[in-house]
Nanobody
Framework: QVQLVESGGGLVQAGGSLRLSCTAS????????IGWFRQAPGKEREFVGA????????WYGDSGKGRFTLSSDNAKNVVYLQLNNLKPEDTAIYYC?????????????????WGQGTQVTVSS
C-alpha cells in the first residue's frame, strides 16, 4: 500500500505563493496518476490538477488553470503543486491521491491512498 504525505501549506497574504509537495512512500506504477484536490469548509473536494508519472504531463481543472503549476520528480517520488498569485478563495485543505486510469479522473472517488492534507490559508 502506498502512503502519501502532503506538505508545504501555510498562511500567506493574497498575491503570495506556496509550493506544496506530495511525497509517496514508494513509487506507484509508472502510468499511475497523482491528483491534487482541495476542500474548503462546507464544500466538496474539488479537482485542482493531476499529473501522470510516465509522461510528466500535467492536466488542470478549472480551479488550477493559470495560477497553479504541477511538476514531478520521479527519482524522489514527489509531485509538486506551485501556487502563485493566491487569493482568499484558494483557502482550503489540499490533498493528493493516486489513480490508475486511462484518462485523467476529475472526481475524488476515482482516487485512493489519500494523504492527510495540508492547510493553505490566504489572508486578504
Amino acid at each position: 500500500q502506498v502512503q502519501l504525505v502532503e506538505s508545504g501549506g501555510g498562511l500567506v497574504q493574497a498575491g503570495g505563493s506556496l509550493r506544496l509537495s506530495c511525497t509517496a512512500s514508494r513509487r506507484t506504477f509508472r502510468d499511475d496518476i497523482i491528483g491534487w484536490f482541495r476542500q474548503a469548509p462546507g464544500k466538496e473536494r474539488e479537482f485542482v490538477g493531476a499529473i501522470r508519472w510516465i509522461s510528466n504531463s500535467p492536466w488542470y481543472g478549472d480551479s488550477g488553470k493559470g495560477r497553479f503549476t504541477l511538476s514531478s520528480d520521479n527519482a524522489k517520488n514527489v509531485v509538486y503543486l506551485q501556487l502563485n498569485n493566491l487569493k482568499p478563495e484558494d483557502t482550503a485543505i489540499y490533498y493528493c491521491g493516486v489513480a490508475d486510469s486511462d484518462y485523467i479522473p476529475q472526481t475524488a472517488s476515482e482516487y485512493h491512498y489519500w494523504g492527510q492534507g495540508t492547510q493553505v490559508t490566504v489572508s486578504s
